[in-house]
Nanobody, 117 residues
Framework: QAQLVESGGGLVQAGGSLRLSCKSS????????LDWYRQAPGKERELVAH???????HYAEFVEGRFTISRDNVNKVFYLQLSSLRPEDTAVYYC???????????WGQGTQVTVSS
């Protein structure tokens, strides 16, 4: 069974930075489109950033140029660089990988990001 394991969350002051990592295993990583989602308490899970198998990127409007998604197909890991963090960015961040041709979709376990004011 394919697996995604996240790391890199934590507590940071407003204006600070974090880098989230999502390491994959047992999947043909380069085939997959990859996403980062987040879910704040009492809110629905929302898309933060998306990167296609050929490295095209898309960001939610609220990102406003502060975050960067990237992928490393050799080491089968992808990242979300968070910068200029705001208290409203506080949430559990989840990584997700999908290959629609095979109907495969996998989620990480989530990592907590807390931004203090």
């Amino acid at each position: 069974q394919a697996q995604l394991v996240e790391s890199g969350g934590g507590l940071v002051q407003a204006g600070g930075s974090l880098r989230l990592s999502c390491k994959s295993s047992k999947m043909v990583f380069s085939f997959y489109d990859l996403d980062w989602y987040r879910q704040a308490p009492g809110k629905e899970r929302e898309l933060v950033a998306h990167i296609t198998s050929d490295s095209k990127t898309h960001y939610a409007e609220f990102v406003e140029g502060r975050f960067t998604i990237s992928r490393d197909n050799v080491n089968k890991v992808f990242y979300l660089q968070l910068s200029s963090l705001r208290p409203e960015d506080t949430a559990v961040y989840y990584c997700h990988a999908e290959y629609r041709t095979w109907g495969n979709s996998y989620w990480g376990q989530g990592t907590q990001v807390t931004v203090s004011s």
